[in-house]
C-alpha cells in the first residue's frame, strides 16, 4: 500500500509542477527574462523544465540580493 501511495504522492507532485511551469511560462517576466537571453543562449537550453528552473533561480538570486 505504502508504494502505491509514494507513486500517488509523486504523480500529483509531477501534475502540479507541470501547472506551475506552464504558469511560469505564461508569464510576462518569464517573457521578458527569456527575450532578454538572446536566441543563442536560449537555443541551448533543451527544455522547458530547465528554462523555468534557470529563470526561478536566477529571480531568487536578484531577489535575494
Known amino acids: 500500500m505504502a508504494a ?3 507513486t500517488q504522492s509523486q504523480f500529483s507532485e509531477n501534475v502540479t509542477w507541470d501547472s506551475l511551469k506552464r504558469a511560469i511560462a505564461a508569464s ?3 517573457q521578458r527574462w ?3 537571453q538572446g ?3 536560449v537555443a541551448f537550453e533543451a527544455s522547458l523544465d530547465q528554462l523555468v528552473s534557470r ?3 536566477e529571480t531568487l ?3 535575494a540580493y
Open 28 to 30: 510576462s517576466g518569464f
Open 61 to 63: 538570486e536578484t531577489l
Open 39 to 41: 536566441e543563442s543562449e
Open 55 to 57: 529563470y526561478l533561480r
Open 4 to 6: 502505491v501511495s509514494a
Open 34 to 36: 527569456r527575450a532578454e
